[in-house]
């Protein structure tokens, strides 16, 4: 299998690790909370900034961003409904740009 190998620094592969997944297979969304957070805390981004990368409204961000925030327990329960944020029984029709 052919491959490139390069030096990147650390910021490049935050990058990569919160963006590039993107158009391929979902990420979870505790771990699309998490890695946004990163980005927030310790790379000074903002949620526009986030937003304006993923194409998503500013919204969006905040609501995944509550999910890094959630107690262990809660995060439990997400990750054994997999990527279902909303609670049980409600409907919603609309989808976040």
Known sequence: MP???CVL???QISDILNFD???????HPLHE???WQ????KDGWTVQMIADRIGKSIGYVYK???VAGMIEDAKTRVRR?????????TNRTRQDP
């Open 81 to 89: 409904r997999g990527d279902h944020l909303r609670p049980r029984g």
């Open 3 to 5: 491959c490139e190998v």
């Open 33 to 35: 909370a998490a890695g």
């Open 21 to 27: 997944n993107l158009p391929g297979d979902p990420v």
């Open 9 to 11: 620094t650390p910021q």
């Open 64 to 66: 995944r961003l509550l």
């Open 38 to 41: 990163s980005l927030i805390d």
